[in-house]
Antibody, heavy 119, light 108 residues
Framework: QVQLQESGPGLVKPSQTLSLTCTVS??????????WSWIRQPAGKGLEWIGR???????NYNPSLKSRVTISVDTSKNQFSLKLSSVTAADTAVYYC???????????WGQGTLVTVSS | DIVMTQSPLSLPVTPGEPASISCRSS???????????LDWYLQKPGQSPQLLIY???NRASGVPDRFSGSGSGTDFTLKISRVEAEDVGVYYC?????FGGGTKVEIK
């Protein structure tokens, strides 16, 4: 059973960079034709794709966030990471990491981690 | 950019009765391989979303057969044949890395 766990600071100051890591257990991040993705959800609102990465390193980002987002993968640690720069209060949300099939379906989700942007 | 539009926004349901949610995309989700790249998710209160339907009409592992997905191209429907109390939550469609706004299903 694959499990994903997000980790990182729960509070980030405005204009700084939000950094989160997702640790994958129960399977190798390099096995299978999967992408690894970040998705976020502001409180009381809907879901928003941030981006995804293949283990080769190829990425796809949400155009609305592309200028501020970097997703990377560390296969040796079975982890992938998110960096979101120049954050504002609008970036306050629960951030989920997820495993994604090549055709876009998310079959495994992390439990989510709340990140608050505030001074 | 693709836009995914769901309706209704809110759906009060009676246990044992059917329910239906619509999802419309601004771009076709029909791939050249014949599959529709459209998924349905349910987010129960306080939980992470869970995959219900993938590729338009395929139930994910462990999903009860009262859930079904249909449609092609730009118009899709999720149907629950007989709603149960455990089906409450917010339903999202998703295509081309874009989610719909969600439909909140609650018991009358």
């Amino acid at each position: 059973q694959v499990q994903l766990q997000e980790s990182g600071p729960g509070l980030v100051k405005p204009s700084q960079t939000l950094s989160l890591t997702c640790t994958v257990s129960g399977g190798s991040i390099s096995s299978g034709s999967y992408y690894w993705s970040w998705i976020r959800q502001p409180a009381g609102k809907g879901l928003e794709w941030i981006g995804r990465i293949y283990t080769s390193g190829s990425t796809n980002y949400n155009p609305s966030l592309k200028s501020r987002v970097t997703i990377s993968v560390d296969t040796s640690k079975n982890q992938f990471s998110l960096k979101l720069s120049s954050v504002t209060a609008a970036d306050t949300a629960v951030y989920y990491c997820a495993r994604v099939y090549s055709y876009g379906s998310v079959d495994y989700w992390g439990q989510g981690t709340l990140v608050t942007v505030s001074s | 950019d693709i836009v995914m539009t769901q309706s209704p926004l809110s759906l009060p349901v009676t246990p044992g009765e059917p329910a239906s949610i619509s999802c419309r995309s601004s771009q076709s989700l029909l791939h050249s391989n014949g599959y529709n790249y459209l998924d349905w998710y349910l987010q129960k209160p306080g939980q992470s979303p869970q995959l219900l339907i993938y590729l338009g009409s395929n139930r994910a592992s462990g999903v009860p057969d009262r859930f079904s997905g249909s449609g092609s191209g730009t118009d899709f429907t999720l149907k629950i044949s007989r709603v149960e109390a455990e089906d409450v939550g917010v339903y999202y469609c998703s295509g081309k890395l874009t989610f719909g706004g969600g439909t909140k299903v609650e018991i009358k």
